[in-house]
Nanobody
Framework: QVELVESGGGSVQAGGSLRLSCATS????????MGWFRQAPGKEREGVAA???????TYADSVKGRFTISKDVDKNTLYLQMNNLKPEDTAMYYC?????????????????WGQGTQVTVSS
């Protein structure tokens, strides 16, 4: 069973930074593709960044150059560093995992999800 618990969300002003964390269980980070997704009210869930178990990374065009996905296998934790935040980044952010895909940004391909952490960016 894969367990995912997000933290680190909050409220910041435009231009600010936040770092999201996703605590995982066991050897999840070594075996699974991991992704960060977000969902704003009234919108579909969208992929933000994904990292395959052996390193390859994908970013959505809207966050390239501003967000960085990384992981610390020893701490069983996935991170999303978010810099130069914009009001349009406001959403619930979710961590996801799946063992049968490759750095995908498609939400329907992920089988395991965390409960989410809210990010609010004010102008």
């Amino acid at each position: 069973q894969v367990e995912l618990v997000e933290s680190g969300g909050g409220s910041v002003q435009a231009g600010g930074s936040l770092r999201l964390s996703c605590a995982t269980s066991g050897d999840t980070l070594s075996r699974y593709c991991m992704g960060w997704f977000r969902q704003a009210p009234g919108k579909e869930r969208e992929g933000v960044a994904a990292m395959d178990s052996d390193g390859p990374i994908t970013y959505a065009d809207s966050v390239k150059g501003r967000f960085t996905i990384s992981k610390d296998v020893d701490k069983n934790t996935l991170y999303l560093q978010m810099n130069n935040l914009k009001p349009e980044d406001t959403a619930m952010y979710y961590c996801a995992a799946d063992g049968s895909i490759y750095a995908s940004l498609f939400a329907h391909e992920y089988g395991y999800w965390g409960q989410g952490t809210q990010v609010t960016v004010s102008s």
